[in-house]
């Protein structure tokens, strides 16, 4: 009998443990202890972004397969990897529906809290994969103008619907991120958006990050709403996590953990990336296309009822966007007690996405059904 493989995962990974034991050794720690001394002897790592997995961690260990349950990977030296015969795996597009759901929410949230009319207002999408796809696909349901920066799309596609950067900061009323963090060349997002990106303004847009914290740069945006080149901002992401920007946070007017993508589906998806990349690199004899058995409910069930009587579409909207999901609730735990930012993450509670909600809608009209529909809600019928 072979022996078995040694593996070590992050305690954090949720849907993991107890799949893999029966196959190999395997050992969890947080993401940030996982060290050297504990990897030296490992076959493959199973991680997030709190591991850095570079020279100083990786060299002259056994570690054959790097897998992370995320979509980035800019915390995987992948030249590195690559050099050294060392397979790394992430998990593309895992919670870009989570994300769909959360800058939904968001937008919502902000047009409500603002009196905003979202039908009226110009959308900048800068990053235009996985994620800002299904934003773009969002904003279509309600009824805002578009605009699309993806530079490596366009000149992959020459498609036309692309539009410069120069463009968004002209004429766009919101800015939502949706892209990797790449620390230089020709696509470098590192502090994409800086001073002279807010102070190239032409509006005071409303202005959401949730894909890497690099990507906005701190004292930049501090000087944009102090200037009021800016209106409303929405982090998810930020600088130097989990040593946040206190004096940002408080800038903010909403402020989350890194949990945009932290729905129950983003993670199970993450999950099962991980452990059907393991079984196949070790041809342990696990099921194919391996997926968690069963997702918990959300605390408040999977029907939602909305009596649509006297309200607008984007009102019908805003309410069965937001009995999925308590942005503020988030917000006011972060801003509350910011030294517990990774607690906040590691023992973020059940969030379940659209698609696991049924909406009965009572006294509508079609149209607002179809955008329900649209955003990934089912539909009950009265």
Known sequence: MKNKIKIIA?????????????????????????????????????????????????????????????IGYDHIDTNYCEENNLKWLNAPGCNSSSVHQYITTVLLHIAEKENIDLTQKVLGIVGVGNVGSKIQ????????????????????????????????????????????????????????????????LN????????????????????????????????????ENEPEIDLELLEMT?????????????????????????????????????????EIPLSKNGNEIEIDCSNKNDQQILSEAVSQTYDLLYDSILLKKSPETFEKQRGDYPIRREFSNYKVKLKSNNSSVEKKIKKLGFKILNN
Request: charged share 25%; aromatic share 8%; net charge neutral.
């Open 10 to 70: 992050d305690d954090k990974i949720p849907f993991l443990k107890g799949v893999l034991e029966p196959y190999g050794n395997i050992e969890y720690y947080p993401g940030k202890e996982i060290t050297k001394d504990k990897i030296i002897d490992a076959d493959a790592l199973i991680i997030r972004t709190r591991t850095k997995c570079n020279a100083d961690l990786l060299y002259d260990t056994n570690v054959k397969l790097i897998t992370t349950a995320t």
């Open 137 to 200: 696909k969002a904003a279509n349901a309600l009824g805002m103008k578009i605009l699309l920066n993806d530079p490596p799309r366009e000149r992959n596609e020459s498609n036309s619907k692309f539009v410069s950067l120069e463009k968004i900061k002209e004429e766009a009323d919101i800015i939502t991120y949706h892209v990797p963090l790449n620390n230089d060349g020709i696509d470098k997002t590192y502090h994409l958006a800086d001073e002279k990106f807010f102070n190239e």
């Open 203 to 238: 509006k005071m847009p409303i202005i959401i990050n949730s894909s890497r914290g690099e990507v906005v740069e701190t004292s930049a945006i501090k000087n944009a709403i102090k200037n009021k080149k800016v209106s409303n901002v929405i982090l998810d992401v930020w």
């Open 253 to 293: 007017d909403i402020s989350t953990p890194h949990i945009a993508g932290y729905s129950a589906e983003g993670k199970a998806n993450g999950t099962s990336v991980c452990v059907n990349a393991v079984n196949k690199f070790f041809n342990l004899g696990i099921q194919e296309n391996w997926y968690p058995t």
